[in-house]
């Protein structure tokens, strides 16, 4: 009887740490496809490339505990998201006495040399896009990009603290706007 | 939107439905007036040219030339064994939820329950048992050697401070002003004797209901002087608490302090220093600065000083809420480094020349804006509600039957949603109020500054009643067409709830309604309403509203 309650207990310790380990497994293919849009996000909120790679990792971690903590999470990727924003809204308050990081994309678009085999018009037209996004205000940039990562609505809503129907109002302005540069 | 009606549906509409955000009901007219509408038609298309050219500029610019990641991306590996030791690592109370299936968690609350309540009897009883004993051997000894010739600081919750010489052989104390020496007499206290085990001993015995804890602490005038600290609570009468201090080596009362259940408190130390004449006794009153820097808050904030406080922060807090800078504007103040700081991302260059009108000039408040080029733009309203999900098409339908037709829907729904929106920003701010100065840390307010706060507090869940009584004028009568039952408000506080806690659940119950409202106006898609919405809807409003009686009443005591 003993030995069986010890198998008992042993099958239970590696249902868990088959559990634990699956776990694992999620947590690091979803790092894996996503840690280059999670890092980008973190950059275009004005984190130094270095502190935005640190908060990656950091945020999946969290991500990992979350999840083995027991929280139900219907959608990982948006989770990481809103976690992600408010992470490095957090890191950006903290260095708040430096420059916010600007990766000065207008001058690497505008410089033709950094890749000969982009097309000049293409570059152009890339340029132009760029200014008319960067003139977008903060709350419809930070809509559009969170809505180029996939998040619905309701989610953007989550992350930035706002109601879904101001999601979508923030959003026509940004399209209609970037439509119209695009039309000119 | 039937043939009769031409309108074109817009770029929020067209949007929406490319964005798959729109109900499906909404979205079959939609279409329906797109397969007809050639002009909308191009828009949509124009639309999702636009919508092909972010997905370029993501990939060709922010994937092509933001900078890569400056280190090779490490496996999370080495990450999952740390927080896996963090969890371990956790009071079991923050582990269970992954230990345990429900009905094993169920069993495991029971039995820390019983465990819990075996403890507190067992502690309980210890503490008393250790008070009186304690007391007991400070009474003798104090009896053995009279106290010598000291100087005691006073200390009193108005944050008036005055130091008394006394003991000697008459041990005579000069009175205390005179509000302090009524409660004193009220509270059964002898006054004559506050820092002293007797008078503790008297009046402790004399309790019908008490709670005793006993704790080691180190001395206020030396923190390598070891100390037995006695905190005795009453369950009724005048004094709340009383604490007494008590030198391990010899059993002297070094420290008391007095809680008054009108939330007054008096504190005694002895300090250490030479008193001023050796044999006198009751011979100095002097008023000079607190004992011990504790409080950090001052009346007078914004004054040079060398660094801010918690004081400051809430006068900033104030003034921005006084140009409304709190309901929406993406600014955020924080107390760091011994200065505020009041920064902000995409605030509208209005919004910043206010704020820099407002504080710069103020010692310690630093302002700091980034992206100075960037415009906030609020939207004016919220995109109008219309259509529903197919399940919640009956009750949308019932709803446009009752307000007399589409049209008169469609009022009553950006009505009902601006008011939401109006009473979401205050919900918001109020939370923020709540968090940015917990319980812990009102405390250490002066009470100027506890005034001030609470009337920030207040400012906004008054506004968030009127929007509440907007809303309800509105949609009770709308409710109750529907077969909405109203219902009573959620309890009473509890006697010791603090308004904090009462300004998150307020939160809390605002966001339900937002939820429900949502559902209702046929907002958000893919939520289905349940049969008893109305009641539903009519129940959270209650919830809020009791939210908000009890934050008033918190925040008025």
Known sequence: MAAFYMSEELVGILRQEGAASALQTQVAQLFEESREDVYRYLMTLGLTPSRAQDATQEVFLRLYAALKHGEEIENPRGWVFRVAHNWGLKVRARHASENPFDADLEATLATPAHDAEYDLLERERMLHFHRAVE????????????RMEGLRYPEIAATLGISASAVGEFLRRAMARLKKVRDE | MSNWQSAHPGEGLLL????????????????????ACWQCRAELESLEATVAECVRYRKQVLAGFLPEAPNPWQPLDRGFDRVDAELAAAPLWKRLPRLAPAWQWGVAVLAAAALLVAAIVQLGRTPSVQAASLLEKAVAAASAHPAPVRTIGIRL????????????AAGNWLPLPPDIETAFQAAHYDSADPLGARAFQSWRDSLPQKTDEVETESAPENPHEPCYQIRTQAAEGELASVTLLLRVADLAPVESKFEFRDRNWIEFTQVMEPPPQPDGFAVATTHEAPLRPVVPSRPAALTPRSSASISDELQVVTLLHRIGADLGDPVEVSLTDGEVLVSGAGVSPERQRQVHELLDGAANVEVRFSEPEAALIMPSAPAPATGGDT??????????????????????STHVLDGNEAAMSHAYALRSVAERFPAGNEESLAAPDRVQLHQLARDHVAALETQVRVMESALAPVLAGLGGKAVKAASAPAADAQWQKAAEDTFRASRHLEVLLSVLLGVTPGQNASADLPSQTLAAMADLKAGLARCQSLLAQ
């Open chain 1, 135 to 146: 003139a977008l205000s903060e709350q419809q940039k930070r809509c559009l990009f969170l």
């Open chain 2, 16 to 35: 929406r439905l490319l964005d798959g955000e729109l109900a499906a009901r909404k979205a079959r007219q939609v279409r329906r007036h797109l397969e």
């Open chain 2, 157 to 168: 919750r108005s944050g008036l401070t005055m130091r008394h010489t006394v003991g000697g």
């Open chain 2, 391 to 412: 399940a919640n098409v009956g009750i949308q339908t019932r709803l446009e039957k009752q307000l007399g037709g589409r049209a008169a829907f469609e009022r009553f």
